[in-house]
């Protein structure tokens, strides 16, 4: 006897899901672009941190633009801001000074003179940076004899 096909049941379909190398593959790759972002973003804050906390400006600036002005030194106090020397400087660096003091040296009367040069901040009231130089003019009169060890009377 032949019977009838029986009906069967349907199969319960499968459902598609990710498998757990596909999740982890998805996430390292989400990961590594979220921490090159990270490290972008660390990047441009130190380079806006660098930018806004600038240097004092070199006193050899200074140095360089006295001797090159003239080559003769006077006695006296000299300052002013560094747009004197140049209008860039001046807004480059719209906080600082400098200053000058020239004075023979007292002690040797050969024609040396102390030339000092400081770059001062006008906010803080601090000198930045300074150097000391001794300058040689020979148009310098001695004020003193003193027979000292080859030194001129």
Not at 11 to 25: D, G, H, K, N, Q
Request: aromatic share 14%; proline share 7%; with cysteine.
């Amino acid at each position: 006897m032949l019977s009838a096909p029986r009906p069967t049941a349907p199969r319960p379909s499968r459902w598609r899901a990710f498998s757990l190398i596909e999740v982890m593959i998805a996430l390292a790759i989400f990961f590594m672009c979220t921490f090159a972002i990270l490290g972008l973003t660390s990047q441009l804050l130190q380079n806006a941190r660098a930018f806004q906390t600038r240097k004092a400006p070199g006193v050899a600036l200074v140095h360089a633009w006295y001797t090159s002005m003239t080559n003769r030194v006077t006695e006296g106090e000299f300052s002013g801001s560094l747009s004197d020397i140049s209008e860039d400087l001046g807004k480059a660096y719209p906080d600082y000074e400098y200053a000058i003091l020239a004075e023979p040296d007292p002690y040797l009367t050969n024609g040396l003179w102390n030339v000092t040069y400081r770059i001062f901040n006008r906010r803080t009231h601090q000198v930045e940076s300074e150097v000391a130089t001794f300058y040689w003019d020979p148009n310098t009169q001695s004020r003193t004899s003193v027979g000292v060890g080859g030194f001129r009377p």
